[in-house]
């Protein structure tokens, strides 16, 4: 994941929690451009790693749910991960199968 995909990461992560980027802003406690300037394709404002935590979790999300491949799939890929962990040896090679075919 380079630079622009963090940054279209965040804008997918508060639009879809609601957030307008000036709201967030002030969540994390940045002055109420913080998020436009980020967001903006011409600037090479980075944020920094304690920043970028505050992001994520302002938007109620994880960092695993951030750097997930696709993060509109993610609950439902854990949903289905959580149930595999308790499943039997048996159970896993059928769903296996089942997935294959």
Do not use: H, W
């Amino acid at each position: 994941m380079n630079k622009d995909d963090v940054v279209a990461r965040i804008s997918q992560l508060r639009t879809k929690v609601g957030l307008s980027a000036r709201d967030l802003s002030l969540r994390i406690g940045k002055n109420s451009a913080y998020i436009s300037r980020l967001e903006s394709k011409n600037d090479s404002f980075e944020p920094s790693i304690s920043a970028l935590l505050e992001i994520i979790e302002a938007c109620d999300s994880t960092p695993i749910e951030f750097f997930y491949y696709d993060i509109y799939s993610y609950s439902k890929d854990k949903e289905i991960i959580d149930l595999l962990k308790s499943a039997s040896s048996i159970k896993k090679e059928a769903i296996i199968n089942l997935l294959k075919n």
